[in-house]
């Protein structure tokens, strides 16, 4: 019986390819967190305002028990809590309860705040699609 004997550069070649094959067969998984036309109260989204289009993303740290001042949004936000409890609450009373892995579709033009009620920091990534020079919330003044 005879060994075949490659070059070692040869065999790592091949093993390379091999690897670099088996990845290329694995497909990637996709689960859709939401799509929707309403913000989380029901109200429909506005259109997209004119102008430059910027896309800005935030990963924000609520500490427990912390509560956000009362703020709103003139545009278009989505988000996903990553950890923690995030409970959002608009001034007419009405409340989202998040937990991690949830998504929201923010109210807009609407004046609310959110408050971490649990133990743990909330962690959250919000997408705000907006345009150049538009603030991404407006806080209540007293």
Known sequence: MKHCRL???VMLLLLTCGHAQARENQAAAVRELVR???SWDGAPLPAYPAGQPEI????ITIPPGAKLPVHQHPDINAGVLIKGVLTVVTREGKTLQLRA???IVEV???WHYG???GTTPAEI?????GKTGSPLSIKETD
């Open 7 to 9: 070059p070692l550069a």
């Open 36 to 38: 929707s036309e309403h």
């Open 101 to 103: 892995g949830d998504p």
């Open 125 to 129: 990534i919000v997408f705000y699609a």
């Open 108 to 110: 807009v033009g609407t």
């Open 56 to 59: 800005t993303i935030l990963d």
């Open 115 to 117: 408050i971490n009620e």
